[in-house]
């Protein structure tokens, strides 16, 4: 499969690569390509300019400091997993990065760049929407920060213009007393998520004083749990206060179906693996 005919740049400057976004309107930004790439070859995406942001130092690295974790937008998810700051202060990070895909895509596919494509099976936009923090980005009216509460749209969908470059995004670091898990379903064959919950929880002792529930997967785009989310929360953490906190998770949520997991059964996935994510965070 040949993707269509598009023109190739590589800026050395964010400011550079949005003045190309600028200039041609169906131009796309590539990152590790491990999204765009498959999309152009089957011509769901037909660009006819990439604009390869491999050339801009500033998008490189990765940085944790006392209260959050910064991810630049080149940073492979192997080079987020390996940072021993963020790892150390993130672990669902770790958890989450190591069930993507296989090696190859873990190796050139950036975290940053599976947040702005908004798959509604990928991993990491579930742990971002549990940890909240922002998106930040610059586009030709200058930079701006965008929470990642308002960030997720639908389907392939976020609320980035189509000439922003994400320059990086930081994600919250709890506090000490906070546990987190992810459990995902994993498709067999591509690794995607059929469904994923990701759970960070802050604890006063035994008892959650703060939760951030999140679920990809199952619904269009990722979303929190709120009514989990709520239900959990002033409860300590057991068995049977997980078993009433998820008795309604799938309300108000519209499931999808397919042919590798109908909508009951991604339904009763939706149940299980936010049970198992909620308890999970006492590992
Ligand atoms: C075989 C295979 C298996 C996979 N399995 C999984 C899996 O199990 N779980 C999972 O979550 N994902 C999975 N993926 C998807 C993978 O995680 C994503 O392709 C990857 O993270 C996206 O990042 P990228 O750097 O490759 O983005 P690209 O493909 O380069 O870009 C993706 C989109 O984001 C835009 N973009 C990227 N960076 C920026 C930026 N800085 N500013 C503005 N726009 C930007 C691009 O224009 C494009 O529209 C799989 C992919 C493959 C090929």
Redesign the pocket.
Known sequence: MFPGAFTYSRPATVSDAVALLVDNPDA????????????MKLRL?MPSALVD?RDITE?QGVEASDDSVTIR??A??NDVRDHEGAAAALPILVEAIN????A??RD???????L??N?P?????AVALALGGDVH?TGPNGDRSISLDDFFVDLWTTT?EPD????HVTLNRPSQHSRMAYRKF??PA????IVGVAAVLGMDGDTVSQARVALTGAASTATRLSSVETAITGQALTEESVEAAIRDVTAGLTINGDQFAPEAYRAHLVEVLTKRALLGTQA
């Open positions: 796309k930004i590539l990152a590790g390509g491990h999204s765009l790439v498959p999309a995406a942001l998008l937008a080149m492979t998810y069930v993507v895909g296989d190859q895509v050139h596919g950036t975290l940053v760049g599976s702005v494509h798959d099976a990928a991993d990491l936009t980005a980035l922003e470059v994400v320059t994993a498709h591509s690794g995607y998520a």
